[in-house]
């Protein structure tokens, strides 16, 4: 994985691109090989492209990035990319893993058939996938949700 050295964004902004799907020998272990794993093992295959995860350290910043506009969701796919709120990196650090490999479950697909393909598979489907192949993340107040915001945002 390759962390981006020139912030694009506001700062304070991080990102990581997750390269092992043409890279086998970058070392393994940590969070984002295992959500890669897990996603590789459920959906049956490798990563088609190297996918790049943002993690920002400020709601604006976030905000900013991750084609909502919003600080609210806990985590966003937009064109490929992985935007991960702040509230990851604090109080609800204990989420983090779900969310993460939730996103990469829409990451995956997106980067098989591509993101305009991609806005054509039903809501139940990404949804579901993505939920499943993470163990429920993204889902943890679904029954009190009336409906699902666009681009794969997860709930706060
Ligand atoms: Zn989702």
Redesign the pocket.
Known sequence: MIIEAAPRRPPPFVARELRRAHAPSVARGGLENNAITQIEAVHGRRFAHPVTVGAYATPEAYAAANGLGSAVPMGVTFVGRVNLSPKLFGLQHQRLPAILT?ELS?AHIQGWIGANAYIHLPNWF??GL?VMASGGG?AEWSAKRKRKPQF?A?SK
């Open positions: 939730h829409h990404k949804e993505a993204g794969n997860e």
